[in-house]
């Protein structure tokens, strides 16, 4: 993996760990926790995301947006092995080469289990 080969535009390519990629329509921002071994095409509601620079700290999120992405929630492909945290919530459903992420809940301030010690 080591190089950038998910151009924008939906080539087929594999996203980095550490890149943000967001929803060209403004909405979704998710990070890269977790490289996928086989290449595809990040999508969110059907749409290639494009690779983005990280939101800055002082970003204000828009409201009224009907959020199906949650903030903080982990989405992950089981086959190939890409994890994406959500920054930035938004409409739509996040897939990776045709098949749709599994959602994870936050569990816990930090991301943590709640009450682990």
Avoid: F, K
């Amino acid at each position: 993996m080591g190089q950038l080969n998910y151009l924008a535009g939906g080539e087929v390519g594999w996203p980095d760990v550490g890149q943000t990629y967001r929803d060209p329509a403004g909405g979704a921002v998710v990070l890269v926790l977790s490289a996928p071994l086989l290449a595809g095409v990040l999508r969110c509601g059907g749409v290639a995301m494009i690779a983005a620079r990280p939101l800055p700290c002082s970003y204000r999120s828009r409201t009224g947006i009907s959020a199906s992405l949650r903030p903080g929630w982990r989405y992950s492909d089981p086959v190939s092995g890409l994890v994406v945290r959500c920054l930035r919530g938004g409409s739509g459903h996040l897939s990776y080469a045709g098949r749709p992420l599994t959602a994870e809940p936050m569990r816990g301030p930090l991301g943590g289990q709640r009450g682990a010690q």
